[in-house]
């Protein structure tokens, strides 16, 4: 194994080649990232740059000395176009070919948008450091921002936008926020603190079209014919992976790269972050994760397998969500549940806890407002895959 | 090696007190790290650097001679 090529320069893609280096491989990395910069972190692009607190060189998930000291072969703004597994090269644009021993496919996901709105005027997603700077300069006291998806990251918006000044509307299809992925006491909970901070909350909604005037968005025409005015719209509904790049080379491709326990998708190709759905094992199901942490637990483990040293990729899924000024945390696998338990839900004190609970097992727990240390006993028993009612008896005494 | 940490960045996920348990904490109230040991041993200097890796705020950061 002589040259390991990365595609894909944000966190899962600088893991990796961080990790290798880390483990003393001496060999060729090349990594290969479309964005022209130094690899940044994204989870701040909702929270600390769009409030304003952070100016964009806070982003830097490394100092430049750090990442030119990785000796990497980084070509930045450069996207893949194509890849041949029989031949073991990656394509690239306007580039020749890169031949690999190992690759890494880290190309993320990029942000959903509602049809035909690509170039229009004031509609925004938020993905990348240009979208969240475009955004940050809309924000203006008295402007009306929708935001279509009232999701985590459509939520975050809402409330910083608001404290900017912001006239701003959250729609939702579904009766209530976040219900199907964590449940609808979670999803009352968080339309609570948003309403405190002044943002109008419409539900059961569904979306049209957008209002335009003279090639610019003007608003949103709801299915009932209801028009909500707007000078800026956020669409906030999800994330498609980028794997456009990989048709054709045989790799199997099911919203997501299809990998196995150790997170090989083929020989010597694996996936890593946002777009890696690998089996893991600790919870007997297929997963992709799109979280911060795993993009960096999953390159580590993927430079261990690259490197010989095969174990299975087992971890207790987590992550955070800033709302309202209430940090929100979760554990475990939350998204196929069973039931949601409410042990706790106080809106006055700002706090709340849920379990989740999968056939007779506890799988996940998320917590507002509440002591990150004392959350970490509840990973303990996720990761140790507790009884139900054995994780109950324990918790609740 | 010396450990540094920014804690205004620190997002409160605990995973370098998962890995470290003897380097890093977490403050009660918010979780924000808190830095137990800055010239841990050398046995501990593979966790300390997972940590660093994996810390998903990149607060974590390491002098190494």
């Known amino acids: 194994m002589n040259r390991a090529v990365i595609v894909g320069a944000s966190a899962g893609g600088l893991a990796t080649a961080e990790a290798l280096r880390k483990a003393g ?79 890494v496919v880290a190309t993320g996901v990029r942000a959903r948008r509602l049809p035909d709105t690509d170039g229009v005027a004031g509609v925004h997603s938020l993905r990348t450091l ?14 009306r ?44 909970f968080m339309t609570g603190l948003l309403h405190e901070h002044g943002v109008a909350i419409r539900t059961g909604v569904a979306v049209a079209e ?19 005015p707007a000078d800026d719209v956020l669409m906030a509904i999800g994330s498609v992976p980028n794997t456009e790049w990989l048709a054709g080379s045989g790799l199997t491709v099911q919203n997501g790269l299809v990998c ?36 960096a637990e999953q390159g580590m483990a993927v430079a261990r397998a690259i490197l010989g040293d095969l174990r299975p990729f087992t971890p207790v899924p987590y992550f955070w969500s800033d ?38 097992r506890l799988v996940g727990v998320l917590a507002a407002g509440i002591s990150p240390k004392l959350l970490r006993a509840w990973r303990a028993l996720i990761a140790a895959a507790t009884p139900w009612s054995a994780a109950l008896a324990i918790t609740t005494v | 090696m010396k450990v540094s940490v920014e804690a205004d960045k620190c997002v409160a996920a605990g995973q370098c007190v998962l890995l470290a348990p003897e380097v890093f904490d977490q403050r009660e109230e918010d979780g924000v790290v808190v830095l137990l040991d800055e ?24 002098a190494e001679s």
Request: hydrophobic share 45%.
């Open chain 2, 39 to 62: 010239t841990p041993e050398p046995q501990r200097h593979a966790a300390v650097r997972e940590s660093a890796m994996v810390c998903p705020a990149a607060a974590i950061h390491l």
């Open chain 1, 323 to 360: 709302q309202c000024g209430v940090k929100f945390q979760a554990y475990g696998h939350l998204r196929d549940h069973d039931e949601a338990l409410v042990l706790e839900s106080d809106p006055a004190a700002r706090q709340l806890l849920v379990a989740y609970r999968k056939a007779d």
């Open chain 1, 210 to 228: 957008l209002t335009r005037a003279g090639g610019g968005a003007t608003g949103v025409r709801l299915a009932d014919g209801t028009v909500l």
């Open chain 1, 25 to 103: 491989f001496a060999g060729g990395i090349t990594l290969i990232g479309d964005e022209p910069q130094l690899p940044y972190d994204r989870p701040p692009l909702s929270k600390q740059l769009l409030s304003g607190q952070w100016e964009p060189d806070r982003l830097a998930l490394r100092p430049a000395a750090d990442i030119e000291a990785l000796g990497l072969d980084l070509r930045l703004g450069v996207r893949a176009t194509g890849l041949d597994i029989e031949r073991q090269v990656v394509t690239v644009a306007d580039e020749v070919d890169v031949p690999y021993d190992a690759l």
């Open chain 1, 145 to 188: 921002l929708v935001i279509v998806g009232a999701g985590f990251v459509g939520a975050e918006v809402a409330a910083t936008a608001s404290a900017l000044g912001v006239q701003v509307t959250l729609l939702e299809s579904g009766s209530v926020p976040l219900a199907a992925a964590v449940g609808e006491e979670v999803g009352r």
């Open chain 1, 260 to 295: 196995d326990q150790y997170c090989a998708a083929a020989d010597g190709v694996y996936g890593v972050g946002d777009i890696a759905r690998w089996h893991n094992p600790r919870f007997g199901t297929d997963m992709r994760i799109e979280h911060r942490t795993n993009a």
């Open chain 1, 130 to 143: 240009p979208d969240a700077l475009a955004l940050k300069e809309r924000l203006r006291p008295g402007r």
